[in-house]
C-alpha cells in the first residue's frame, strides 16, 4: 500500500453510484480519489489540481468520454486517462484509446481488473516521465537519432549514462551481455555520441567471417600477397578511418589473429597482408560478446593481453528480465515500427497482451520481443494486439525443457546439444531455419554441431 499512497486519482463518472465506489476502493488501496459526476467539472479540475491517473466512463454527457481524452490532450502535463465502457461502446473505446487514451475496461468488471489496469497505468507514467527526465537531464538521448537504445529503467540508464561518457573517450569499450540484449545498438549509440560522427560506423560479426580471410578483412591485403588476391584492399580498420569499427561477437575470433588485433591496438597501426610498411589506424575499436570472456582465456582460447587491452571500459547491457518495466515502452516502439513498415493500422497493446508479455522472462531478450510484436502485428486481425495474438507456446516449451533438464541434472553441454538436435528436428534438418529459431548465426551453428 505504501507504493500508492502519494498517487493521485481522479474518477469521472455520471453516475454518482459508480463514483463512490469506485473511490472507496480504491481509496482502501492506498490511494488518493477524488470523484466527480461532471466531465466539465473534471477539466477544470485537472487544470486547477495535479492528478496522476483520470478514471472515466466512455458515455457521458457533455463532453464525453472520447471528448474528455481529447481535452485532456491539449492541457500541458495532462495525466493519462483510464477509460470504463460497457460492452456496446468498445468501438468508442478504442477510438479513445488511439486517441491518447492509456487503456480501457470493459463493464462489468471485477474490482482487482480495476487495481491492476490502474496499478500498470501508474508503473507506465513513472517510467515515461523518467525517461523525460533524464533525456531533459543530459544529451545522451536525442528525439531525432535513430539508434537510441530504448528503456527507461534504472539498469538501462545505468548502462546509457556509462556510454555516453565512454563516448567522450578514444578508449576501447567491451559491451558484454546475453544474445539480443541490444550490444549492437549501444556500439552504435557510443559512436553517434562520440567526436567520430563524421567518420564511418563499420559493424562485422566476426563469427561470420570466413576463416581464412578473417585477417585479409580486417588487416586489409596487398595484390598477389596470395593466389586469390587478385587486387589490393584495405582492411575494415582502414576503412573505418576517423569513424568507428564494432568487432560482434569478438570471442569468435581465431586465435591466430588474435595477436595481430593486439599489436593493431597497442601500436595504432596495421601491416595489411602482403606488405612490410605499416599504415596508421585512426578508427576506434568497439568490441561486444555474450560470452565469459574469463573463462575462454582460462581456456586459452582467447589471449590474455588481448582480453586485457579490450576490457579498457566495460558496459554491461543488462537483460530484458532484469528490466521488465522497460517492456511497455519497447512494445509501443516495435508495434509503431512494425506498423509502419507492414502498412498496418492498430493502435496497440491491449492491457492483458501487455501483462501476458511482461510475465515471461525473454531468454531471447529484446531480439525476441521485436520478433514475437513483429509475428502479433503481421496476423492479428484485431485493431489492437489481444492476448490470442502473443504466442508464447514455442518459447514457453523452451524455458520447460531448460527447467525440466536442469532438475535432471544434466550438464550445460548436454542441455545445448539436446535442444540444438531437437530445435534442428522441428526445422526438418534445416539449419537455416534452426538457427533462426535458437537466434544464433548459421556460422555459429555450424561451430556447435
Known amino acids: ?71 485532456l490532450q491539449r492541457i500541458p502535463s495532462a495525466p493519462p486517462v483510464l477509460l470504463m465502457t460497457a460492452f456496446g461502446s468498445i468501438g468508442l473505446a478504442v477510438q479513445a484509446v488511439r486517441g491518447g487514451a492509456c487503456d480501457f475496461l470493459t463493464k462489468p468488471f471485477p474490482i482487482e481488473a480495476m487495481y491492476e489496469a490502474v496499478a500498470r497505468a501508474l508503473r507506465e507514467r513513472q517510467v515515461r516521465r523518467e525517461v523525460v527526465r533524464l533525456r531533459a537531464a543530459s544529451p545522451m538521448v536525442e528525439k531525432n537519432q535513430p539508434h537510441v537504445p530504448i528503456g527507461g529503467s534504472p539498469a538501462m540508464m545505468r548502462a546509457l549514462e556509462l556510454a555516453r561518457r565512454a563516448a567522450r573517450t578514444d578508449s576501447t569499450v567491451l559491451l558484454t551481455g546475453e544474445t539480443g540484449t541490444g550490444k549492437g545498438m549501444l556500439a552504435r549509440y557510443i559512436h553517434e555520441q562520440s567526436g567520430r560522427t563524421r567518420g564511418p560506423f563499420i559493424a562485422v560479426n566476426c563469427a561470420a567471417l570466413p576463416t581464412a580471410l578473417v585477417e585479409a578483412e580486417l588487416f586489409g591485403v596487398h595484390k598477389g600477397a596470395f593466389t586469390d588476391a587478385q587486387r589490393s584492399r584495405e582492411g575494415l580498420l582502414l576503412a573505418a578511418a576517423q569513424g568507428t569499427l564494432f568487432l560482434d561477437e569478438i570471442a569468435e575470433l581465431p586465435v591466430d589473429s588474435q595477436g595481430k588485433l593486439l599489436h593493431v591496438l597497442e601500436s595504432g597501426s596495421v601491416r595489411p597482408i602482403g606488405t612490410t610498411a ?14 565469459p570472456l574469463n573463462i575462454l582465456v582460462q581456456e586459452k582460447r582467447l589471449r590474455a593481453d588481448l582480453y586485457y587491452r579490450l576490457n579498457v571500459i566495460r558496459i554491461e547491457v543488462p537483460a530484458l528480465r532484469e528490466r521488465p518495466e522497460d517492456i511497455p515502452l519497447l512494445v509501443d516502439y516495435f508495434v509503431a515500427q512494425t506498423c509502419e513498415r507492414l502498412g498496418r493500422e492498430l493502435v496497440g497493446i491491449s492491457a492483458a497482451a501487455l501483462a501476458k508479455l511482461q510475465g515471461y522472462s525473454f531468454p531471447g531478450n529484446v531480439r525476441e520481443l521485436a520478433n514475437l510484436i513483429e509475428r502479433a502485428v503481421a496476423l492479428t486481425e484485431h485493431s489492437a494486439l489481444l492476448p490470442e495474438d502473443i504466442d508464447l507456446s514455442e518459447e514457453v516449451s523452451l524455458q520447460q525443457f531448460i527447467s525440466d533438464s536442469a532438475r535432471a541434472g544434466l550438464p550445460l553441454a548436454e542441455i545445448e546439444r539436446a535442444y ?30
Open 1 to 71: 500500500m505504501s507504493g500508492h499512497v502519494q498517487a493521485s486519482l481522479l474518477v469521472v463518472d455520471d453516475d454518482a453510484g459508480v463514483v463512490d465506489f469506485l473511490c472507496d476502493m480504491l481509496g482502501e488501496r492506498g490511494y488518493r480519489v477524488r470523484g466527480l459526476t461532471s466531465p466539465r467539472q473534471a477539466l477544470d479540475a485537472v487544470r486547477g489540481e495535479s492528478f496522476d491517473l483520470v478514471i472515466a466512463d466512455v458515455e457521458m454527457p457533455e463532453p464525453r468520454g472520447l471528448d474528455l481524452v481529447t481535452a
Open 278 to 291: 605499416e599504415v596508421r589506424v585512426t578508427a576506434r575499436l568497439l568490441a561486444a560478446t555474450n560470452r
Open 420 to 449: 540444438i538436435q531437437a530445435v534442428l528436428k522441428e526445422n526438418n534438418g534445416n539449419k537455416a531455419a534452426a538457427a533462426r529459431s535458437l537466434s544464433i548465426d548459421r556460422s555459429t551453428l555450424y561451430r556447435k554441431l
